[in-house]
């Protein structure tokens, strides 16, 4: 049996390795991220396209329409909630990905879209694919196939924390430090738990 449980360990921690990385580095950047007030604004370019919106549309349905017309890589239709007109009535809504944002106004008087790019560094971009799990409902197969990938490795290193603890309790239960690691770090655990709750 322990032969059996050191090879899961063993591959899901090689499976797992470059997960950890992503993991690691989107803990960091967040640690060390400017606080909101402190940030310099991301530069971002604008540029135009034409676009006319048919007559009779909601709001909705033209949003829709914008998400055909610009065909954004790794995005996906704007939710009711994310829309919401500027000061001059035009439609305005966000296409969030792991690369960045689009920001879109439609500017119906003048048939033509105004789309703002923001692009993420490779800290937030590191950052955006951490969080990329199933949930995330995009139509797109590379981000489906990414939160998969998360979703495994998530599952992975639950499976790694208890074959390790089961590696240790079936070999050397009675080695003073693995005792006091595994106290230490169960006791932060529940001390930073019963602090934050």
Sequence with gaps: MNSLVKKLHMYLGLLNCSILFVFGIAGLTATFRPAPENRRPPDSTARYESFTVPPGLTDKQAADRV?????????????????RRDRDNNLAFNFYTVNGIDRVTVLEKENRLRIETTRNTIW????GLHTTTLRVASPDWRLRLWGFYN???????????????????????????????FAAGSGAFVLLYLLTR
């Design 67 to 83: 998400y055909e017309h610009l065909s954004l890589p790794l995005t996906a239709p704007v939710p009711n909630f994310a829309m």
């Design 151 to 181: 979703e495994l490795a998530i599952w992975s290193l639950i499976a790694m924390a208890v074959s390790g603890v089961y590696l240790w309790l079936s070999s050397r239960p009675r080695f003073r430090a693995a005792q006091y690691s």
């Design 124 to 127: 937030q971009y590191f950052d």
